[in-house]
């Protein structure tokens, strides 16, 4: 009996040994094998509760009318919002007021099922961005597209887009993940009396004219794309490297790691921080690290909340923040600093996130919370989801302890994601971080979504006049020079009052087989695969 | 005998229904009282504003009294509808067709080469108590216990693929390059075996090994330590003194008479091992990306996504109500004397 054991570990041994399946070269080299942790949970972004996952692929699965160009920041490439090129656009023209933008299609575009790209296509998708009930409506509204007399078709391969005021997003709109462009011969066919815009069949099938199709899809395993050969939206006309997009879900940073390392997958972009370092010496792999240009790290404060609703508390708080040793235990130095600047209240340029003069000074936040009353401190939670546990948990600690040296106690407080998210919607807790990225990232946006307004995104639910008179200002100037100086007031003004404090971009750090190259960092955070090739 | 056999099934199954349908109603409002607004959670993209999050929420029907929302949800069940998952977009239902037969064939596979090891090992360490053999056995159980099941399967992922190069990429059922085979049970190996691909089949089992083989090294203690136990008593029994007095063969002493009698105990633990392996292999299923039920419901927990969660663990108590019926018509062949009680 003792020998039948062995000989079962025996044999185990030697399935294991097998040979793989035979996989020829040639396809693998045509074929980009993505991992990732996250889910892509509809194939139509616009749908409530899509995953970023799901951005991702919309962007190389389907036009839009526009897309930002891109830049080189260092050796490594990122989105640039400042150029805006046509996808299936071919040309557009603003009028001399700004009011109304000309759009001419391309007539050489087609749909995935050969049928040719038209006007009313663009209308029917423009129209269902601000009518139907999706996550559409909301964002278009930040570039004041909200009707649908606002477009018009000219003839069949012109659009009109008119705007009741010169709003200086409405193009920016049209590159974001939401303003994709459907087939509306093909939507109109599965469209229900209940369902005039398709969004039940869009859900799991698509109408596009992307640079891949999609060719298989299960959801939380994984999603085939192959190329699309008469795509025409690219830069310059040219086709993506890639044939063939495996997109995979695996749920272990630690093998996703492996995966790279040994060569079998191409691409990861959300490995752990701790695992840069052995990647950046691996044999197999390389790491491009690019700064998050549109987003950031914060430390929230409550402005409704006793007691800080007090400004001078909150400049104590952040005058007692370590950043240095947050921003080394947190992200290992990985990324850009938002504090430490030298400038005092007016900050060199308009541009935003930008450094804040914030310093670590203790004998600066004592003073302060003396002269706000509370010489003796006082006592506060501080909380962070369990997603971000891996950079939050050991920032929570030093903030523990230097808080704690100017008198403040600090309870620690770790919340399983869904319901630090439905506090952080009803803004009940007083001291907590998190991260944020914008789409569009212009200064006048950044203060619109997260420091105006009773939202969501208003972190610190703060409530400024003078900050919302300046972003209403700013969002319809079509001088540049008092828009830059509206931007500058409300950067001052964030700086004197301190709703938040920022703390830094961290890297956005994605790792690949040594072969791949022409990684860019995109605003959606995700992998753009049209870009990419083997070399 | 198999009228009875039939009728305390029958009866088993009837009886229970309450128990089932408590199940249904404490997750309910368990999942309900949990802090985490699915709306919320859902509507995090960056423009989602208070008026998306009561969109979403009518939408997902959370905007009804929840005595309202149950009484919507035990009609759907009886209708066969569990609801759509927010975390993958479709239907669960749809998900748990693909996703059982991953857990099952993951879970079978485990226990059998956890019932073959574990066997044999406690009839050794029985005939030899307090042995080296015993105490290498002891060990081994103790170790199978003790390393969790995310740091064996890391291991082994990270000798058997890493390192050696042995074992395929510790990703999914099969190969992400090689073609899945025709759905017809759902279990790879089955399939694969019908429409006769012997390399499908090979790529399917290279892949279920190492998985298979952290979840048994875990579950090798009860088993193995239960037969022990079980084989001790019933060799200590007259019935085995009178079949050595008779001078019948060891081997037949050991198997024939000792181990049949042994052995119920055992199924005992197998049935309720079984159960606990279907919904508590999680960490393999995240360690290995194995598509099966457990992560799947775990990843709807986090994003407090009800209707999978709900209906997880409806199927977790149908899969064990239906496992002790097995478990019990098993007692019958292996003791005559139970069916007929």
């Known amino acids: ?535 | 005998m198999l009228a009875g056999i039939l009728r305390r099934v029958g009866r088993r199954l009837f009886a229970s229904i309450p128990a089932l349908f408590g199940v249904v109603v404490v997750t309910f409002t368990l999942m309900r009282v949990l802090p985490g607004d699915p709306a919320v959670f859902f509507a995090s993209g960056p423009s989602a504003g208070k008026e998306e999050i009561e969109e979403l929420r009518r939408s997902m029907g959370l905007d009804k009294p929840i005595p309202v929302q149950l009484f919507r949800y035990l009609g759907e069940i009886a209708r066969g509808d569990l609801g759509r998952s927010m975390t993958t977009g479709q239907p669960v239902v749809l998900d748990i067709q693909r996703r059982l037969p991953a857990s099952l064939e993951l879970t079978c596979t485990a226990l059998i080469i956890a019932l073959l090891l574990s066997v044999p090992l406690g009839v050794l360490a029985a005939l030899r108590p307090g042995s080296a053999v015993d105490h290498a056995v002891r060990m081994l159980c103790t170790l199978g216990v003790c390393v969790p099941t995310f740091v064996s399967g890391l291991l082994l992922i990270y000798a058997f693929y890493y390192l050696l190069g042995w074992a395929p990429d510790p990703t999914a059922r099969i190969d992400i390059f090689a073609s899945t085979p025709p759905e017809i049970t759902g279990f790879y190996l089955i399939d694969f075996a019908l429409v006769g691909d012997a390399e499908g089949w090979w790529a399917a089992f290279r892949q279920l090994v190492l998985p298979a083989f952290t979840m048994a090294l875990f579950v090798l203690a009860p088993l193995a330590r239960m037969t022990r136990a079980s084989m001790l008593a019933v060799l200590g029994s007259d019935f085995i003194r009178t079949a050595h007095a008779m001078g019948l063969s060891r081997l037949r002493i050991i198997v024939a008479y000792a181990l049949r009698n042994a052995l119920l105990p055992v199924l005992t633990i197998t049935g309720i091992v079984f159960s606990t392996m279907l919904g508590a292999n999680v960490l393999v299923e995240k360690v290995f990306s194995w598509p099966g039920v457990a992560s799947y419901a775990l990843d709807a927990l986090l994003a407090s996504d009800y209707a999978p969660v709900q209906a997880f663990v409806l199927l977790m108590a149908l899969i064990f109500v239906l496992v002790n019926v097995a478990i019990d018509v098993l007692y019958g062949i292996a003791d005559p004397r139970v069916s007929v009680a």
């Open chain 1, 1 to 535: 009996m003792r020998r039948r054991v062995l000989l079962q570990g025996a044999a185990g041994a030697a399935l294991l040994a097998g040979a793989s399946g035979p996989v020829s070269a040639q396809s693998r080299a045509e074929t980009l094998r993505y991992v990732t942790g996250a889910t892509i949970n509809t194939l139509d972004t616009t749908m409530p509760g899509a995953t970023r996952e799901s951005f991702g692929l919309s962007m190389c699965v389907y036009d839009r009318l526009f897309a930002f160009g891109r830049k080189k920041i260092g050796d490594n490439w990122a989105f640039d919002p400042d150029t805006i090129r046509g996808e299936l656009a071919k040309s557009y023209s603003i009028s001399p007021d700004s009011k109304v933008i000309t759009i001419t299609l391309r007539t050489d575009a087609t749909w995935h099922d050969g049928t040719p790209v038209t006007a009313e296509d663009v209308k029917w998708s423009l129209d269902r961005h601000v009518l139907a009930k999706s996550l559409a409506p909301p964002q278009l509204s930040t570039g004041s597209l909200t009707r649908a007399d606002q477009f018009k078709i000219v003839d069949p391969h012109t659009v009109t887009v008119t705007l009741d005021k010169p709003d200086r997003l409405a193009l920016a709109n049209l590159c974001v993940c939401y303003t994709v462009m459907y087939n509306s011969k093909l939507a109109k066919q599965h469209a229900t009396a209940d369902d005039p815009w398709a969004m039940e069949w869009m859900k799991t099938n698509t109408a596009a004219s992307g640079a891949y199709i999609v060719e298989s899809h299960k959801p939380g395993e994984s999603t085939v794309l192959r190329r699309n050969e008469k795509w025409v939206g690219g830069p310059d006309g040219k086709l993506p490297n890639f044939k063939r997009i495996i997109i995979q879900t695996v749920p272990e940073p630690a093998t996703r790691a492996n995966l790279i390392e040994r060569g079998d997958a191409d691409l990861a972009i959300d490995l752990a921080a701790s695992d840069m370092p052995t990647m950046e010496k691996s044999a197999k792999a390389k790491v491009v690290s690019i700064p998050q240009t549109n987003g950031f790290t914060h430390i929230t404060m409550n402005t409704t909340m006793a007691p800080f609703d007090n400004p001078k508390v909150r400049k104590a708080v952040a005058a007692a923040l370590p950043y240095d040793d947050m921003f080394k235990a947190a992200l290992f130095s990985r990324g850009t600093k938002l504090y430490d600047a030298s400038w005092s209240t007016t900050p060199p340029d308009a541009s935003f996130p930008q450094a804040i003069p914030n310093k670590t000074d203790p004998a600066l936040a004592k003073k302060l919370l003396a002269e706000a009353g509370f010489p003796n401190g006082f006592s506060t939670t501080f909380a962070f989801t369990t997603g971000q546990a891996a950079t939050a948990e050991p920032m929570a600690a030093l903030l523990k302890e230097a808080l704690g040296k100017v008198g403040i106690q600090v309870e620690i407080q770790k919340k399983p994601d869904a319901e630090f998210n439905t506090l952080e919607s009803d803004k009940k807790m007083p001291l907590y971080t998190d991260g944020a990225t914008a789409w569009l990232p212009y200064t006048y946006y950044y203060f619109y979504l997260y420091f105006t307004r009773d939202q969501r995104w208003n972190f610190a639910s703060w409530k400024s006049t003078k900050m919302e008179d300046l972003t209403l200002d700013a969002r319809y100037q079509t001088d540049k020079a008092k828009y830059d100086g509206d931007c500058k007031q409300m950067i001052e003004l964030f700086t004197a009052e301190t709703p938040l404090v920022m703390l830094w971009q961290p890297n956005h750090d994605a790792v690949m087989a040594k072969s791949v190259d022409g990684y860019t960092y995109q605003f959606y955070r995700q992998a753009d695969f049209r870009v990419l090739s083997r070399v």
